[in-house]
């Protein structure tokens, strides 16, 4: 619990509600225990991912595409944040081969995976802004999170000109 740590060093309330995302009963009910045991809510984030390998899309089982589904989308409302690559532990957990590991991030326009203390500001911006219904892409300069990871592919100057 890192980020408690972190939370509470600045002087600041955190409230932990550690449970399966999945579970649709509680994510209806989160936002209002979060609100009562901080006594409001400001801005929300929900910070949940799960990932896994696959060497071809038949592989991945039902129940395993219903848990990634589940997990890495249920529940968002009003704006979002789709990172590209950024190097968290679920590259090594989600059993990448070191190859893959080692090049990870490395397609971007900087040529490198972003790191999670680099998102917190697109939070904060997003809560504080008048944005709704949107789509933040922070994707270390290879366009919007639906777009291609090869910032000069057919695909994305087609998008790019249209």
């Not at 400001?42 to 990932?51: K, S």
């Not at 071809?56 to 219903?66: C, G, H, K, V, Y």
């Amino acid at each position: 619990m890192e980020v408690i740590a972190l939370i509470e060093k600045e002087g600041r309330k955190e409230v932990s509600l550690p449970a399966d995302l999945r579970d649709e009963s509680f994510c209806e009910k989160l936002a209002e225990d979060a609100a009562k045991a901080l006594g409001g809510l400001d801005i929300f984030v929900r910070n949940a991912g799960r990932q896994q390998q696959a060497g071809r899309l038949p592989d991945i089982t039902s129940d395993a595409f219903d848990a990634t589904i589940k997990t890495n989308i249920y529940g968002i409302r009003v704006n979002g944040v789709a990172p590209g690559p950024i190097w968290t532990p679920l590259q090594v957990a989600g059993g990448a081969t070191m190859e893959k590991l080692e090049q990870f991030g490395g397609k971007t326009q900087m040529g490198r995976p972003g790191q999670p203390a680099q998102l917190p500001s697109i939070y904060v911006q997003l809560a504080a802004s008048y944005a709704t219904g949107q789509v933040y892409g922070a994707t270390g300069g290879s366009g919007q999170p639906w777009i291609t990871s090869e910032p000069n592919s057919e695909q994305n100057l087609q998008r790019r000109t249209t």
